[in-house]
Every structure is written in structure tokens, then in C-alpha cells.
């Protein structure tokens, strides 16, 4: 099995699986004053403490919940609650679907959305940022790192011009945690999900900033300082924690074997079959991930035809109702139809060898001169 789909999800490091039995003898309720709840509580208040020195924050601005996009939902919703008199949005076209759906949402209800322009590599334009700002501007949302192509947005810059008009800045920075520096004091709200980088599925965190009002999204018992109620998931907030420290322990050996292992795939790929295009090929991409068109077959067909050699790989194009609709990602980049749906996301793994690259680029290769007869 090669597995390059990454980006969707990745396998939970060994140390955490054979752990995962010890941390659920810490089964207490943390809200329950017993000693049982007391030792729990203080779990979470260890993760905490722990992620607060990473995203240099208070540890009352952490809220656990069951991923990104919970958070990005109670992020979106909890600020239009919050402050009702401003009804503009700004966001890119280019967003996690956890994050356009419900800025539609609020569309029909009667927000006034704005797009940012984005240039044929993905990157923000910062002056159309300038210019789309008004008084009404609720928040402005730009996913650090896109999920299909790798792009890595300026966010220093962003975040500049958000702080000088007085706006919210919002960030989904999913994909770009752990492999990319981030300047965390320079995003408002941020989510992040654990099944991206080897912790379980269902636990994720939003950092808040707590001065600026978020009305919850789940009401209940009051967990979470009241931003999210329910009781915490302590077993998997331990999970996700130590998934962090094995990256930050591990992670310049992690990148650079990212990087190594993309370079690798980009120069096989061009040598072998040079027709293909890569996505943002000229400005910062992420380590782990390779957006690439392939102008001779349709991407489902690829992707079905290394599914068969044991290889898994995804497209951001989604079926619905038998048919395939293409990336909102490369349409946005300016991609014809047609070019959408025969690109393929290859996104790579600390678990990846550079043998896989090789078996996988051959396949590829091979796959194309089959199915290019009947394209």
C-alpha cells in the first residue's frame, strides 16, 4: 500500500495507539469535583498550559472541540451572533468547504459576502483586501495553507491590514500546522485538526482571542469557559497534545523529508511525463502537498486506476448525483473545467519513502498511457 492522501486524513502514530488504552483509565469526568474528575481536569489543564506556549496565548484562549470544522462553524456563526450590526464578510474563494458553506448560508440570510481576488498562483491581493474593508467588515477569513494545492498565504499581511481597519482576522490553518511557521499572535481565531498530523480523528482546537465576543455555537453545561459545552473528550485531548510534541520533536527531520520526498515526485514527474502542469508551481507551496493536471486523462480515471495498484491518491473534485463537479479551488485559480477535473492532489506522509515515490510516478505513467487510448 502507498498512501498519498494526506491531506484528507493520516495514520495515528504507533506511541499513540499503544497508548490510547493507559490515558482511558483517566476516565473521570473533569467537571466533577472527586479526585477521579480532579485528575482529568488536570489533563486539560496541562494540554493547555502546553499549547499555550506554542501559540503564545493564554490557556483560556484554547478550546477543545471535535475539529476544524466545528471550529471554523463556531467561529463564523458565534461572531455573526455576537455583532449584529456589521453584515459584511470577507473571505477567499478559495476557503476549506467547512468554512463557504456556512458564510452561503448567511448569504440567504442576508450577509453581504466579498470574495478576494486571488492571482493565477492562489495568492491573496492585498490591495483588493484594502479596498473591500468597511466599517460594516465583520471579519475577513484566508485559510493559511489551501487543502488541494499547498498554497501558503502571506499572513503577516494580512493580518496588518486587518489590524489597522480594526477588523477580525480568521484563519483555517489546518493543513499548514506543524509544517509551516505560523505567526499565531497575528490571527484572531484559528482552527486546527488532529487526524492532520498522526492524532486521532474528532479532536481538534480553536484558539479564540477572549476579547473579542463569541457567542457558542453548543450550549449545555458550560465546558470550554462556555464556548463549548459538552463533556471534554480527555482521552483524545491527551492524544492530540502528544501528536504535537512528536512533530515538534521530530520536525525538522519531518519537513525535511516532506521536501524531499516533493522535490523527488516533481522532477520524476516532469521527466516522465512532461505535459503535466503542477498547481502554484512558482511561489510557496506546503511541504506535503503536489496539485498536479494531467492534460491526457480524466483524474477520476487515474485516481481509480492506481486505487487498483494499491496506491491512494484524491482529486478535489466532488461527485454528486453520479456526475463530477469541478475544484472550486483551481476555478478560482482560473482553470478551465476541463482542467479541474483531470488534476489529481498527491499529498505526502511522514510514513512515505522515496520507493514510493518511484513505484507511484512509474504507475502513474503507465496508467496514463493506458487510459489516454480511450480519453
Not at 455576537?82 to 477567499?92: C, M, N, R, V
Request: with cysteine; hydrophobic share 40%; net charge positive.
Amino acid at each position: 500500500m502507498i498512501y498519498l492522501d494526506n491531506n484528507a486524513t493520516t495514520p495515528i502514530f504507533p506511541d499513540i495507539l499503544k497508548n490510547l488504552s493507559v490515558w482511558g483509565e483517566i476516565f473521570g469526568n473533569p467537571s466533577s469535583i472527586h479526585s477521579l474528575g480532579q485528575r482529568a481536569k488536570n489533563e486539560i489543564q496541562k494540554s493547555k498550559k502546553f499549547l499555550s506556549q506554542i501559540f503564545k496565548c493564554e490557556p483560556e484562549d484554547i478550546i477543545f472541540n471535535s475539529g476544524a470544522t466545528e471550529g471554523n462553524n463556531t467561529v463564523i456563526m458565534g461572531l455573526t451572533e455576537a455583532y449584529p450590526d456589521k453584515d459584511e464578510i470577507i473571505l477567499s474563494p478559495i476557503e476549506h468547504k467547512s468554512i463557504l458553506n456556512p458564510v452561503r448560508f448567511l448569504a440567504k440570510r442576508g450577509y453581504k459576502v466579498k470574495f478576494l481576488r486571488i492571482d493565477e498562483n492562489g495568492l491573496v491581493d492585498i490591495e483588493d483586501l484594502k479596498r473591500k474593508i468597511t466599517k460594516k467588515t465583520l471579519f475577513v477569513s484566508v485559510i493559511h495553507t489551501n487543502n488541494e494545492t499547498g498554497v501558503v498565504q502571506d499572513i503577516r499581511s494580512i493580518s496588518s491590514v486587518c489590524k489597522e481597519r480594526e477588523v477580525i482576522f480568521f484563519s483555517d490553518i489546518v493543513q499548514g500546522f506543524l509544517k509551516e511557521e505560523i505567526p499565531y499572535k497575528d490571527i484572531d481565531f484559528f482552527t486546527v485538526s488532529g487526524h492532520k498530523f498522526n492524532a486521532p480523528k474528532g479532536i481538534g482546537i480553536l484558539k479564540r482571542n477572549k476579547d473579542i465576543d463569541l457567542i457558542p455555537l453548543i450550549l449545555g453545561g458550560g465546558q470550554e469557559y462556555g464556548v463549548r459545552s459538552g463533556t471534554e473528550n480527555v482521552l483524545f485531548i491527551i492524544a492530540i497534545t502528544e501528536a504535537i510534541k512528536i512533530w515538534q520533536k521530530n520536525r525538522e527531520h519531518f519537513v525535511a523529508h516532506l521536501n524531499l520526498l516533493k522535490k523527488t515526485f516533481i522532477k520524476e514527474l516532469k521527466e516522465k511525463i512532461p505535459d503535466i502542469k503542477i498547481v502554484s508551481e512558482n511561489v510557496k507551496t506546503a511541504p506535503h502537498t503536489v496539485n498536479v493536471i494531467f492534460p491526457k486523462v480524466k483524474a477520476q480515471d487515474l485516481i481509480l486506476y492506481l486505487n487498483s495498484k494499491n496506491i491512494y491518491v484524491s482529486s478535489g473534485s466532488a461527485c454528486s448525483s453520479g456526475s463530477l463537479t469541478p475544484s472550486h479551488v483551481l476555478l478560482a485559480y482560473g482553470y478551465s473545467k476541463e482542467e479541474s477535473l483531470r488534476s489529481i492532489r498527491f499529498s505526502f506522509g511522514i510514513i512515505n519513502s522515496l520507493e514510493d515515490i518511484q513505484i507511484t510516478v512509474n504507475t502513474l505513467k503507465k496508467g496514463i498511457d493506458k487510459l489516454s487510448i480511450f480519453s
